[in-house]
C-alpha cells in the first residue's frame, strides 16, 4: 500500500495502525469473534478466564511447597497458612477473587471439570486463609477512612478471616509485644512521643521529599503484612501487584537507588530476627505477587466481567510538591502500555535476569531487605557531607533515630531519609512540632536493642550472617553500667 | 436532526466523577461535525456519523462534574481508563473513530487505581 500526497488527495491518509495482529478472531480457539485485546493478542472471553487462570496458577503454584517445584508438578502442600495483602486496589481485588475461586470455594468454572490435578478436592490446599488489610489515611492528610467498607468486602467471602491494620502499628508498642516473642527484650525509644499515630507523624513529617514520603508508606504497609503474616502461622503472603504495578515498582525503586532489591520486588523469601521468633513449624514467608504476568488492563476487563465491586485507593499528592518519583514512574509506565503495551512485559522480563553486584551486609533495620555491604563508603566516596571527618566506630547507635542508624540502613533508606528536594516542602502534619528526634518503627526498634544488648555485653559479637549476638564470655553487669547503657531508651514515668 | 440512545456505564472509580452514577442512559445526534471537538465544529460543515470520541466530549461537556483531566488527555480518554464497546475492547472497533449504532452499551472502566 504506497502513501498517497494527503494535500492534494485528502482521502489519502495513512489508515491508523492497527493494535492488535492478524484478524478479530480468537488466536486461542481459532472461532469466536474476539473481545479483547491482550499485547496485540486477541482473545474472546470464553477464551480469557481461562488464559488469565493459568497464569495466576503459574506464578503462584510452583512456590507454594517448601520445595519449589521442578518440571514435575506435585501436590500442593504448604507449611502454613496464606495470607493475603488487600489494599482495595484492582489488583488486590482480583487476587481476592482468584484466590478464593480457585481454593478456598473451587469454582468449576475456572478449574477443569474432567478431573486430575485440576478437580476440586475434598482437601482445601490452604487451610486457613487470612485476609490483611492496612489502613493509611492517618498516614496521607485527608484520606478516607476505609476500613469498615473493606471489612463488609471481605465478610461477604466465606472462608477467609479479615485482619485489619493501621499503619500506625508500626509505631505501636503493643502491637510489637502482640507479635514479638515474649522472652525478647525491647526497649521503646524516644520518650516524648505519646501514641502510635504522633510517633507516625512525626516519622513521616521528617522526611524531605513527597518521593521518600510515597516510598516510606509502601515499606511500613509491606513490613507490617510480613510480620502479621508470620504471626498467623502463614507461610505465604501474595500481593496484588499487576504487570502494570510491578513494572511500575521497578523502575521507580531502580531510580531511587534499589537496584540491589530488583528481585525482592517481584519475589522474596523473607524471616525475622531474631531466631526466637522462629519457634513453629514456619521459619519464613514466601512473599508472592502471583499477578505478576497479568496486566493492569486484564485485571481491568476481569473484575467487569466477574462483576467484581472494587472499592479502589485514592490518589493523593502533598499539596505545593512536584509529583514525587512514584507518580511520575506510574504516569510514564501508563502512557508506554497505551501505545506500546509489549515494552511494560519486557521492563519486568528484563528486571527479572538482573543479578545485582555486590556483597550483602546483613539486613536493613527499616526496610528488611538486603543491605549491599559499603554503601556508606560510596556515599562518602561521591559527595561531600559534612566537613568534619566521619567518626568510625563500631559502637551501636545511642539513639534509635533515623540519623543515627545509617551505616544500619540499606541505600535505599538512606537516601530516603537523607535526600534533599530543591525547595522546601510545606509542613505535612502541622500539630507535630519537628524539634526532637523522630523515633522509628518497633521492628528497627527491636534490632538497635539486640545491638546494644550484645554491645553491653562487651565479649559478644554480631554474627555477620544473622545479625544474631555471638556470646564469648559472659559477666555480670553492675545496675549502674545498666542504666547507663540504656538510659535513652527508657520511658519516663 | 434524527438522536441515537446509548447506554453508557462507569466502573473503576470513574463514576466520582459523573455524580457518582454508575449507569446513564443519553441520547447524542445521529450525525455531527466532522471535528469532535466542539471548540473545531463551527470550522467544518461536513458531518459524520456520531463516534466514541464525539460521545467522549458530549460526555465531558453535559454529564462530568468535575476534574476533566482525569478523563480527557490529548484528544482521546486519558491513559489508564479503558473503553469497552459491547463488552469488547475498543482497539477492536476501531477505538475513537467507531460509529456509535443505537441501543450500544459503551463502558469506561478506570484503572488508575493500582493494585
Same mark, same amino acid.
Given at each position: 500500500m504506497s502513501c498517497e500526497n494527503p494535500t492534494t488527495d485528502t482521502d489519502a491518509l495513512m489508515p491508523r495502525r492497527k &493494535?492488535?495482529?492478524?484478524? $478479530?478472531?480468537?488466536?486461542?480457539? &481459532?472461532e469466536n469473534v474476539g473481545n479483547i485485546v491482550v499485547r496485540h493478542a486477541v482473545y474472546c472471553r470464553a477464551c480469557f478466564v481461562p488464559l488469565m487462570t493459568f497464569r495466576f496458577r503459574r506464578s503462584l503454584e510452583p512456590f507454594v511447597n517448601a520445595k519449589p517445584d521442578g518440571p514435575r508438578r506435585t501436590a500442593l502442600k504448604p507449611l502454613g497458612h496464606l495470607t493475603i495483602g488487600f489494599s482495595g486496589g484492582l489488583g488486590s481485588s482480583v487476587l481476592l477473587n482468584l484466590i478464593h475461586r480457585c481454593y478456598v470455594s473451587p469454582d468449576p468454572a475456572l478449574l477443569n471439570q474432567d478431573g486430575g490435578k485440576d478437580h476440586p478436592s475434598k482437601?482445601?490446599?490452604?487451610r486457613k486463609v487470612f485476609v490483611c488489610y492496612v489502613e493509611t489515611c492517618d498516614a496521607i492528610?485527608?484520606?478516607?477512612?476505609r476500613t469498615e467498607e473493606i471489612r463488609n468486602l471481605v465478610q461477604g467471602l466465606n472462608g477467609v478471616e479479615f485482619i485489619p491494620l493501621r499503619i500506625q502499628d508500626a509505631f505501636d508498642i503493643s502491637w510489637w509485644r502482640k507479635i514479638s516473642p515474649k522472652n525478647l527484650p525491647f526497649i521503646p525509644t524516644d520518650a516524648s512521643v505519646q501514641s502510635p499515630s504522633s510517633a507516625l507523624q512525626a516519622y513521616l513529617g521528617s522526611l524531605p521529599t513527597s518521593t521518600a514520603l510515597a516510598t516510606t508508606v509502601g515499606m511500613l504497609t509491606r513490613v507490617l503484612l510480613q510480620y502479621t503474616a508470620f504471626q498467623t502461622g502463614s507461610s505465604h503472603l501474595v500481593l496484588g501487584t499487576s504487570l502494570t504495578s510491578l513494572a511500575v515498582s521497578l523502575i521507580s525503586s531502580i531510580s531511587q537507588g534499589g537496584g540491589f532489591h530488583v528481585k525482592e520486588e517481584a519475589q522474596e523469601e523473607w524471616f525475622p530476627y531474631?531466631?526466637?521468633?522462629?519457634?513453629?513449624?514456619? &521459619?519464613s514467608v514466601r512473599i508472592i505477587r502471583p499477578l505478576r504476568d497479568v496486566s493492569t488492563k486484564e485485571c481491568a476487563v476481569w473484575a467487569w466481567w466477574a462483576r467484581l465491586d472494587v472499592i479502589g485507593r485514592e490518589q493523593w499528592e502533598w499539596p505545593g510538591t512536584k509529583p514525587g518519583l512514584g507518580r511520575l514512574t506510574k504516569d510514564f509506565i501508563r502512557g508506554l502500555e497505551k501505545d506500546y503495551p509489549s515494552t511494560v512485559s519486557a521492563i519486568v522480563r528484563t528486571c527479572a535476569k538482573l543479578a545485582p553486584k555486590g556483597e550483602t551486609?546483613? $539486613?536493613?533495620?527499616?526496610?528488611?531487605r538486603p543491605a549491599q555491604a559499603g554503601v556508606q563508603e560510596w556515599k562518602a566516596r561521591i559527595a561531600i557531607r559534612s566537613w568534619k571527618e566521619p567518626a568510625h566506630s563500631n559502637t551501636p547507635p545511642s539513639v534509635a533515630s533515623a540519623d543515627a542508624l545509617a551505616p544500619y540502613l540499606c541505600y535505599v533508606c538512606h537516601t530516603t531519609l537523607t535526600s534533599r528536594g530543591t525547595r522546601a516542602l510545606p509542613s505535612l502534619f502541622a500539630s507535630i512540632s519537628t524539634g526532637h528526634t523522630p523515633a522509628v518503627p518497633t521492628w528497627t526498634s527491636s534490632r538497635v536493642t539486640q545491638l546494644h544488648s550484645a554491645a553491653a555485653a562487651q565479649d559478644s559479637f554480631l554474627d555477620v550472617e544473622t545479625d544474631e549476638p555471638v556470646v564469648v564470655s559472659r559477666r555480670k553487669m553492675g545496675q549502674e553500667e545498666l542504666r547507663q547503657a540504656l538510659n535513652g531508651f527508657i520511658l519516663e514515668d | 436532526m434524527s438522536s441515537i440512545n446509548v447506554k453508557i456505564e462507569f466502573g473503576g472509580g470513574l463514576e466520582l466523577l459523573f455524580s457518582n452514577q454508575r449507569s446513564h442512559r443519553v441520547s447524542i445526534p445521529a450525525k455531527v461535525p466532522l471535528s469532535s471537538k466542539p471548540e473545531d465544529a463551527?470550522?467544518?460543515?461536513e458531518d459524520k456519523p456520531a463516534d466514541i470520541t464525539y460521545l467522549m466530549y458530549w460526555l465531558r461537556d453535559n454529564l462530568l462534574k468535575e476534574r476533566e483531566e482525569l478523563f480527557i488527555e490529548n484528544g482521546s480518554v486519558r491513559p489508564g481508563i479503558l473503553v469497552l464497546v459491547n463488552d469488547t475492547d475498543w482497539e477492536l472497533e476501531g477505538e475513537g473513530e467507531y460509529a456509535i449504532q443505537e441501543g450500544d452499551e459503551i463502558v469506561f472502566i478506570s484503572t488508575l487505581h493500582g493494585g
Open positions: &493494535k492488535y495482529d492478524k484478524s $478479530r478472531t480468537c488466536v486461542k480457539c &481459532k482437601d482445601p490446599v490452604w492528610p485527608g484520606t478516607k477512612d531474631p531466631v526466637a521468633f522462629a519457634q513453629g513449624q514456619v &521459619k551486609s546483613g $539486613r536493613c533495620m527499616l526496610c528488611e | 463551527e470550522k467544518s460543515p
